[in-house]
């Protein structure tokens, strides 16, 4: 079975570029969260989804950004007109329909110039 | 929101001491409590997790104790070895049955150095 992924694992833009991060959650996993790591810091929820829901967004931020998780294919996280601020590893984790835990994938390393 | 409050932010142990970390959180209505590992450039690695209608949950060398009334939490890692080393985050989730139950608040990391 294989683990949450993620695509690309890095990603460079220059700023005003947009960025788009793919998940793949486990196999049987419908709920997907992203979360953002600044360097040196914690883990920031951004949004969780489930198939063509957006269940909380109170981490994204009101502007730029944008997620979706549709009926087919992977969750994409979408941040346009990159700024230097956004910087971060982001992570994608899935769970099953009822339990919490939550499993992540490798992250996409984020680096906008 | 929940507020997630972990302590210390950096343990330097022994090679085969105990290491503690602690973590305080805010909402009552939390009832999942999971710790990660995370080794440099590397996923957020589920270690243990614990629910709220549990005090303890033991797995091999490492513990979790919950003490809800207190609203807080700890990890427990005994007969350390230096391959412990990697940054451990605490989280609790958000109300059950609420839309952000989803939602996991992490604490702000403890950099975790066991010395050989």
């Known amino acids: 079975n294989a683990g949450v992924m993620q695509n690309p694992r890095h990603l460079v833009r220059r700023r005003g570029q947009e960025a788009r991060l793919r998940c793949s959650p486990m196999k049987g996993h419908s709920h997907v969260y992203w979360y953002r790591q600044l360097p040196e810091e914690g883990l920031k929820f951004m949004v969780y989804?489930?198939?063509?829901?957006?269940?909380?967004e109170s981490g994204m931020p009101k502007e730029r950004f944008s997620a979706e998780f549709p009926k087919e294919g992977p969750s994409i996280l979408r941040i346009q007109q990159v700024v230097r601020g956004d910087s971060a590893a982001y992570f994608c984790a899935s769970s099953p329909p009822i339990v919490e835990t939550q499993y992540f994938g490798p992250g996409t390393r984020l680096l906008v110039l | 929101g929940e507020n997630v409050e972990q302590h210390p932010s950096t343990l330097s142990v022994q090679e085969g001491d105990s290491a503690v970390i602690k973590c305080t959180y805010s909402?009552?209505?939390?009832?999942?409590f999971p710790w990660y590992k995370q080794e440099l450039g590397k996923r957020p690695q589920l270690i243990i997790d614990?629910?709220?209608?549990?005090g303890e949950k033991k797995d091999q060398r490492i513990a979790v104790t919950l003490n809800k009334t207190a609203k807080h939490f700890s990890l427990h890692i005994t007969e350390t070895q230096p391959e412990d080393s990697a940054v451990y985050f605490c989280a609790a989730n958000g109300d059950a049955g609420g839309t952000s139950y989803g939602k996991l608040t992490f604490g702000q990391g403890t950099i975790l150095t066991v010395h050989p």
């Open positions: 989804l489930q198939k063509e829901n957006i269940i909380d």
């Open positions: 909402d009552s209505a939390s009832n999942y």
């Open positions: 614990i629910r709220s209608n549990v």
